[in-house]
């Protein structure tokens, strides 16, 4: 009789095979993610061809920018409470599908008017997208180093699409039109749309978890009034009486919102969960390696182009050292995390960005560009070194039931951070006595946001304790294990990780 077992050829090919199945739920939720991240970067280079097409006005240009990163941000919470209450897999799913039909409209918006609506209406998607990316690659990869090399995949696809946006935004508005910036989009839309819903499963959803509105309000508006204050800032200056009153409303109406969740039976963020050192820490982290490296890239790309007369398609090559390394260092951080743990490799990230950004600022008023490049390099190697390891941090701090709310602080908090990057940078160059003075000052304080950054990974992000790990090296995570609480989201027919979902 025949054996039946496979041949030993065979077995790679299996391998293989069940490798393949296995990545198709990351590569789906990472290009979600990436829509998102894409579309910060590759509209501000066609940001004046559609001024000019549609005869826009400064305040209109502003807003077809601006609209999308308030709504974004500003809606991040209320998109993981949601992911929280009604199943993560369905907000992301219904996130895409509103963030592709929003890119539709854009591509066809015929007035400026037309346009910031279809632009706030992205932010509505891509504020559903992103905390239930998260979520549900934590929930698609449970094993500790399977999660840790999907978060430094997550994370290296933001550097990907940071890198990407400048240079196919003005490959496509000089090739084919503005409007390719928006249409295109719509394919990976698609296909992220029918691979999620194929290839992830089912999340667990909570429909006894009331939504608070009058706390999901009070969010958005203190989150939408910080950036906005933090943007205008850098126009008008911290002492102007639009930029004073902003920050007042939004302290306002951060009061209002932590009151309100100390009262609230179900609150939208329990404020015990911020009593979690891992979990604070590695928000604030995130907040602060941010600032910096969005600060960096804000500054340097003005210095290139004020100071030394380079073009917008210059300034981009330019800065490629920065964003080219990110996708090595976010893959090599989630291959070394299960060996190492978390806390050596932000440490690690943070000081080599800092050590970066201290050399720019140390290179002198004028130096030669090869100089500059190792500094970029480092800031961009060591942020995203970094990211993985804090990403990882806080979603293994959250509790049951709470991973897309975690998501969005942690997310929440990162957008906060690139907001006052850009803003401070703004400001420092506005008040220094020349521009290279102002860059250098930046790029000081940067540094200096690396290593509190660092300091805060060495008192906050756990160590691994000796004899206790997963059997790969990797020591236990804080915080309890995902897993389905309560009614989980129906799926007749489906297995454990495929199916379509009726939903």
């Not at 990230?349 to 100089?371: E, I, K, S």
Request: one cysteine or more.
């Amino acid at each position: 009789m025949r054996d039946a077992r496979p041949s030993p050829a065979a077995r790679p090919s299996r391998h293989r095979r069940d490798a393949l199945r296995a990545s198709v739920p990351l590569l789906a939720i990472c290009a979600g993610y990436f829509m998102v991240i894409l579309d910060v970067t590759i509209v501000n280079v066609a940001v004046p061809a559609v001024g000019r097409e549609l005869s826009a006005s400064l305040t209109g240009i502003q807003w077809i920018t601006d609209g999308y990163t308030l709504v974004f941000a500003g809606l991040l919470l209320t998109g993981g409470a949601l992911g929280d209450r009604v199943g993560n897999r369905r907000v992301f799913c219904t996130g895409v599908a509103v963030f592709t039909a929003a890119s539709a409209g854009c591509g066809l918006a015929p007035t400026t008017g037309v346009l910031v609506a279809a632009r706030l209406l992205e932010g509505l998607g891509a504020a559903l997208i992103v905390p239930g990316s998260l979520a549900l690659l934590q929930q698609a990869y449970p094993s500790p180093a399977e999660r840790s090399r999907a978060f430094g995949l997550w994370g290296s696809v933001a550097g990907v699409a940071a890198s990407a946006g400048p240079l196919l935004g003005g490959l496509l508005v000089t090739t084919l039109g503005w409007r390719w910036v928006f249409f295109i989009n719509l394919p990976v839309g698609l296909a992220c749309l029918a691979l999620v819903r194929r290839a992830v499963a089912p999340s667990p959803r909570h429909p006894d978890r009331r939504l608070d509105t009058p706390a999901q309000a009070a969010v958005v508006a203190a989150v939408a009034l910080l950036v906005a204050v933090l943007n205008e800032a850098g126009r008008l200056g911290w002492s102007d009486p639009l930029v004073l009153i902003g920050a007042a409303l939004c302290l306002a109406a951060a009061g209002c919102f932590v009151l309100r969740e100390h009262l609230a039976a179900t609150p939208v963020l329990p404020l015990p969960l911020l009593r979690s050192r891992a979990l604070s820490g590695g928000t604030v982290i995130g907040l602060l390696f941010n600032f910096a490296y969005y600060g960096m890239l804000f500054t340097a790309s003005l210095y290139f182009q004020h100071q030394r007369g380079y073009s917008a398609l210059r300034t981009g090559l330019a800065l490629f050292p920065a964003v080219a390394v990110t996708m090595f260092a976010s893959a090599l951080s989630g291959r070394l995390a299960h060996r190492t743990g978390d806390r050596p490799l932000v440490i690690t990230g943070m000081a080599v960005a800092a050590a970066g950004l201290a050399g720019w600022a140390a290179a002198g008023p004028d130096p030669a560009y090869p100089l500059l490049v190792a500094p970029m390099t480092a800031a961009g190697f060591g942020t995203s070194f970094a990211l993985t390891g804090s990403t990882t941090t806080v979603m293994a701090a959250a509790p049951p039931g709470y991973a897309g709310t975690v998501s969005a602080l942690f997310n929440t908090a990162r957008q906060v951070g690139s907001a006052a990057g850009v803003a401070l940078g703004g400001s420092l160059l506005a008040s220094a006595a020349d521009l290279t003075t102002g860059v250098r000052t930046s790029m000081a304080v940067g540094a200096a946001a690396y290593l509190l950054a660092a300091t805060l990974a060495y008192l906050c992000i756990p160590r691994p304790k000796s004899g206790q790990t997963d059997g790969r090296g990797r020591g236990p995570r804080t915080g309890p294990k995902p897993g389905p609480t309560t009614d989980p989201e129906p799926d007749p027919g489906s297995g454990p990780r495929t199916g379509a979902d009726p939903s």
